[in-house]
């Protein structure tokens, strides 16, 4: 999950509620993490043969929130509330083609053939949290969605490829810009990924655009996001009423992957593989 970034949207989302502090995480620490990480990415294996036309959103989060209730865990998103937004209902982010994120799991919400769909996962284990997302095909889609999602995963990994001691947070968003530009597809501005352990959204702030050389210098022990968000057209987003899901603007298609990353001497950790 993310939060916002720019002026025109910071009122809306999780940004108030970040630490300003940046954390530098212990080894202890990052075992936890990387404990959390692994649950995170078990989830979405889980979730994933569930993901068939006919099923509804409803029915995937309530899959999620028992397996994380059998696993010991217990979910991030649920009941959170942070200033200017009503308590969010699901214990998973279930966002539809033109959903950017933050799609709220319905009983009425029933996929269909063609269909592409983000879930995005943070399970809490032993007060650490593991945040995770993926874009599933549902059925047969578009030539144009399978390359938006398709771009969309290997633009993340380009930024991931990045982290290492030394470099910059630019190096991240340049890398993943780069790649999304040149696959035809707008990077989404508004939304970043987020620095997260004990709490769910902390320092740094990563953008997924922006230029080489330039922001946070990264260290080793820094455990961030990596979550980009590639639109088929126009990068802008609208809020719907809910105050939670965001769409395009243009109605048209968005994908989004999500790994959180540990900065490590030799360079980067995925931690929910």
Same mark, same amino acid.
């Given at each position: 999950?993310?939060?916002?970034?720019? $002026?025109?949207?910071?009122?809306?989302?999780?940004?108030?509620?970040?630490?300003?502090?940046?954390?530098?995480?212990?080894?202890?620490?990052?075992?936890?993490?990387?404990?959390?990480?692994?649950?995170?990415?078990?989830?979405?294996?889980?979730?994933?043969?569930?993901?068939?036309?006919?099923?509804?959103?409803?029915?995937?989060?309530?899959?999620? =929130?028992?397996?994380?209730?059998?696993?010991?865990?217990?979910?991030?998103?649920? &009941?959170?509330?942070?200033?200017?937004?009503?308590?969010? !209902?699901?214990?998973?982010?279930?966002?539809?083609?033109?959903?950017?994120?933050?799609?709220?799991?319905?009983?009425?919400?029933? $996929?269909?053939?063609?269909?592409?769909?983000?879930? /995005?996962?943070?399970?809490?284990?032993?007060?650490?949290?593991?945040? !995770?997302?993926?874009?599933?095909?549902?059925?047969?889609?578009?030539?144009?969605?399978?390359?938006?999602?398709?771009?969309?995963?290997?633009?993340?990994?380009?930024?991931?490829?990045?982290?290492? *001691?030394?470099?910059?947070?630019?190096?991240?968003?340049?890398?993943?810009?780069?790649?999304?530009? =040149?696959?035809?597809?707008?990077?989404?501005?508004? $939304?970043?990924?987020?620095?997260?352990?004990?709490?769910?959204?902390?320092?740094?702030?990563? *953008?997924?655009?922006?230029?080489?050389?330039?922001? $946070?210098?990264?260290?080793? &022990?820094?455990?961030? !996001?990596?979550? *980009?968000?590639?639109?088929?057209?126009?990068? /802008?987003? +609208?809020?719907?009423?809910?105050?939670?899901?965001?769409?395009?603007?243009?109605? +048209?298609?968005?994908?989004?992957?999500?790994? !959180?990353?540990?900065?490590?001497?030799?360079?980067?950790?995925?931690?929910?593989?």
């Amino acid at each position: 999950m993310n939060h916002q970034n720019l $002026l025109s949207l910071t009122a809306n989302l999780a940004q108030p509620s970040i630490n300003r502090g940046l954390v530098l995480l212990s080894a202890r620490e990052m075992d936890k993490m990387r404990r959390v990480g692994r649950l995170a990415a078990n989830l979405l294996n889980y979730l994933e043969p569930m993901v068939q036309p006919g099923v509804s959103t409803q029915t995937l989060n309530d899959e999620a =929130a028992a397996w994380m209730q059998a696993h010991g865990a217990i979910s991030a998103t649920l &009941g959170y509330a942070p200033p200017g937004h009503p308590p969010f !209902t699901g214990s998973i982010c279930t966002s539809i083609n033109e959903v950017v994120c933050h799609g709220i799991p319905n009983s009425k919400q029933i $996929l269909r053939d063609g269909d592409i769909i983000n879930i /995005d996962v943070t399970p809490i284990l032993n007060g650490y949290h593991g945040d !995770t997302s993926r874009t599933f095909l549902v059925g047969q889609v578009s030539a144009t969605a399978k390359k938006l999602v398709e771009a969309t995963q290997e633009s993340m990994m380009r930024g991931i490829a990045e982290i290492k *001691p030394g470099a910059r947070i630019g190096d991240i968003g340049a890398a993943i810009q780069e790649y999304a530009q =040149a696959s035809g597809f707008s990077v989404v501005r508004d $939304l970043v990924g987020h620095g997260v352990g004990r709490q769910f959204h902390m320092e740094p702030q990563v *953008p997924h655009y922006g230029k080489r050389g330039s922001g $946070l210098k990264l260290r080793p &022990g820094m455990v961030f !996001t990596v979550e *980009p968000m590639l639109n088929q057209g126009t990068y /802008d987003l +609208k809020f719907l009423p809910d105050r939670w899901t965001v769409i395009t603007k243009d109605k +048209k298609l968005s994908a989004q992957f999500e790994h !959180t990353v540990a900065v490590t001497e030799e360079g980067v950790e995925i931690l929910t593989l």
